[in-house]
């Protein structure tokens, strides 16, 4: 207990002693938070978009049946999705997204209203991109996703026009059209009247049986057309999504990113640290009269570790109190999230240690630790459905024997109260630490 | 009264043999050389003596009293903390009754109590020497044991570090130290141990190996004796 006390010392003062070792630690996870915390609460901004309408004003607003379409209407739903640079011409629509003042031109022809008035073909609006990758898929989904709801209430209405069509031909009334207005008789009223006129006939007479074959189509077109109304009003959304998860607690988006942002930070500091301590041992020379049995190898790791562990957990702890300011958060489970962060703290840092033990230098170890760590981030964070089954399993044999993934469970089930459960994460941390701390007993050997 | 007593200690690391079946003995206040080429063992020897390495065969008799004190070849010290805080760290570590007391003795020992509160970073390499020797005697050891403790010092430092450890030796702390440095070892030591290639194959006083060569000058003695048997 006096060595561990000792050394647990020693380290601090060493710590404290490097300057720029103490900022980031207190710089880190101020700045962290503040920007988590800004960017889960604030809404996400719009991409520039040159627009261009030719639609003359006369023309906006598009006459179907009886029905009328304000394509202006549109125009506004698009513009909660963008933020529009208006423009005169498609000529400056293109230079505007070429030399990336706007990373995307929308631009609705002139020919759009007819298009829309005929019904007879699919109206365009032609989009043009620029920009990276990134940049290009952002600007497209904003605008497909805002055009799928405009073709979606569009065909709400074009629904109600043929709706109205064909309660003309079921229930007759008055066509406008042209200027024109025509009473339309209807086949419920046409096969009264016929059968009217059936039963002003002799019974001998030849054309009873001809007109009872009209009459009785009427009556099959009246049953059919009826039910055709509902066939119509399901084209204009044929799949509509009803949503269940079946396994755990379905975290939301925001409180899964508080939970990867706190994962990051404790394997950063808990990693790098444990690393360099242990590291440090060997550039002093000190490790060599330490173990001159000074002390035991398995004081000399456990101390390294649980301070690596203790000073990760203060500062991932820290950020997420930063980051709380910004989003809210459970506290009354605040001492779970402490026992999932110590859990994987001890197993980050016992990663640490286990790659202090292999190398001889501070500055070689903080790089092995980058290199080890950033990838298990991006790996554990390949979604199931992304690659293929093999590579999958693979990633998540690899995700299984290094801690992130363990530890982000721990996290989410402390914050979020997903699946799975805090337990067997913490179980499956345990039994990580227990691996890397008898990796670097072997290491240590002289 | 012997203080230190090596018997057929050997050292394997996998097929390579580093020592092989050394014995000597060290007595109370005698200083003792190990010379010998690159890659003899000398360091193995010494770090098998302080308690470092485990032999792979062989016995090692300590002192029951007052233990060993080792000074490694490198500056073993953290340059972040200063003279005073590495001297208390490791009189905690040898868990000395009275830490402060034993820290306040090697700063007036070393004559670096001036220097007691600068970090060691800071210091030149003869003082930085100093700590790293005061590491090793904090716990007042029976037996001194220094990998080539001279060897990145100048002459005036070098000469500062055998008065102090003559002061030791002549109070009784038994020294044993290995080294390049010929003159050093003719100088300094009473006995003297040359390694090659792991094996012991001179076990006796400065004087003895001139002897032996016929040879008056112990650096050209020790270089005629490796080559007579093929070093």
């Known amino acids: ?446 | 009264m012997t203080s230190l007593e090596a018997i057929g200690l050997s050292k394997r690391f996998g097929e390579r043999v580093a020592v092989r079946d050394v014995s000597f003995s060290l007595g109370r206040g005698e200083v003792l050389a190990i010379i010998g080429p690159n890659g003899a063992g000398k360091t193995t020897l010494l770090s098998m003596l302080a308690g470092g390495l485990e032999p792979t065969a062989g016995e090692l008799r300590l002192p029951t009293l007052g233990g060993v004190g080792w000074v490694p070849q490198q500056t073993a010290v953290y340059t972040k903390l200063s003279v005073a805080e590495n001297l208390r760290l490791f009189a905690r570590l040898e868990r000395i009754a009275d830490a402060d007391a034993a820290v306040e003795r090697m700063l007036e020992q070393t004559g670096l109590r001036a220097r007691a509160a600068d970090e060691v970073g800071r210091l030149s390499g003869g003082n930085r020497q100093r700590v790293n020797i005061a590491i090793g005697l904090i716990s007042e050891p029976a037996v001194l044991l220094l990998d080539e403790p001279s060897a990145a010092l100048d002459p005036r430092q070098r000469a500062r570090l055998w008065d102090f450890i003559n002061d030791r030796v002549s109070a009784g702390t038994s020294v044993a130290f290995a080294t390049h440095d010929i003159a050093e070892a003719e100088r300094y030591a009473g006995q003297i141990l040359v390694l090659a290639d792991g094996e012991l194959l001179f076990a006796g006083s400065p004087a003895g190996l001139g002897a032996a060569e016929h040879e008056s000058d112990l650096e050209r003695a020790f270089v005629a004796f490796l080559t007579e048997r093929g070093h």
């Open chain 1, 1 to 446: 207990m006096i060595a561990l006390r000792a050394l647990l010392g020693k380290d601090l003062r060493i710590l404290r002693r490097s300057p720029a070792l103490v900022a980031l630690l207190i710089v880190y996870p101020v700045a962290i938070a503040v920007l988590i915390g800004l960017a889960l609460s604030s809404s996400p901004a719009r991409p520039r978009v040159a627009f261009l309408n030719e639609i003359p004003p006369s023309q906006a607003i598009v006459q179907l049946g009886s029905e009328q379409i304000d394509t202006t209407r549109y125009e506004h739903e698009l513009f909660q999705a963008i933020q529009p640079v208006p423009v005169g011409s498609v000529a400056q629509a293109v230079a505007d997204v070429r030399d990336g003042s706007t990373i995307a031109a929308l631009i609705i022809p002139p020919q759009l209203p007819e298009e829309l008035a005929s019904a007879a073909q699919t109206a365009y609006v032609q989009v043009i991109y620029n920009g990276n990758a990134i940049n290009q898929s952002l600007v497209q989904t904003a605008i497909e996703s805002k055009l799928a709801q405009a073709n979606a209430l569009l065909a709400a209405q074009l629904s109600h026009v043929a709706d109205s069509y064909i309660d003309l031909l079921l229930s007759g009334g008055a066509l406008h059209f042209l200027g024109n207005t025509y009473d339309v008789l209807g086949l419920v009223r046409a096969r009264t009247a016929l059968a009217a006129i059936e039963a002003s006939l002799p019974p001998s007479s030849p054309l009873r049986r001809r007109i009872a074959r009209v009459e009785n189509f009427a009556q099959i077109a009246v049953t059919h057309f009826s039910g055709s109304k509902r066939v119509i009003g399901a084209v204009a959304a044929p799949i509509a999504v009803r949503q269940r998860v079946v396994s755990g607690r379905r975290t939301p988006l925001n409180d899964y990113a508080v939970a990867v942002a706190v994962a990051v930070s404790l394997m950063f500091v808990c990693i790098l640290l444990a690393s360099g301590m242990l590291a440090l041992e060997r550039e002093e020379n000190t490790l060599g009269r330490l173990r001159r049995g000074l002390v035991s190898a398995g004081l000399l790791l456990s101390e390294k570790t649980i301070l690596a562990a203790v000073l990760g957990v203060a500062v991932s702890f820290a950020m997420l109190c930063g980051i709380g300011l910004f989003v809210p958060l459970g506290w009354s489970r605040a001492a779970l999230w402490l026992l999932a962060m110590g859990g994987g703290g001890l197993a980050f840092a016992a990663l640490g240690v286990a790659i202090g033990a292999l190398v001889h230098e501070v500055r070689a170890a903080s790089l092995l630790a980058l290199l080890v760590s950033l990838p298990l981030v991006f790996l554990a964070l390949v979604p199931s459905a992304s690659v293929s089954a093999g590579l999958y399993d693979a990633i998540r044999v690899i995700s299984a024997i290094f801690p992130f993934k363990a530890a982000l469970e721990a996290l989410d089930a402390a914050i979020n109260q997903s699946q799975p459960s805090l337990a067997i994460a913490l179980a499956h941390l345990a039994a990580l630490i227990a691996g890397f701390a008898a990796l670097s007993r072997i290491a240590l050997r002289p």
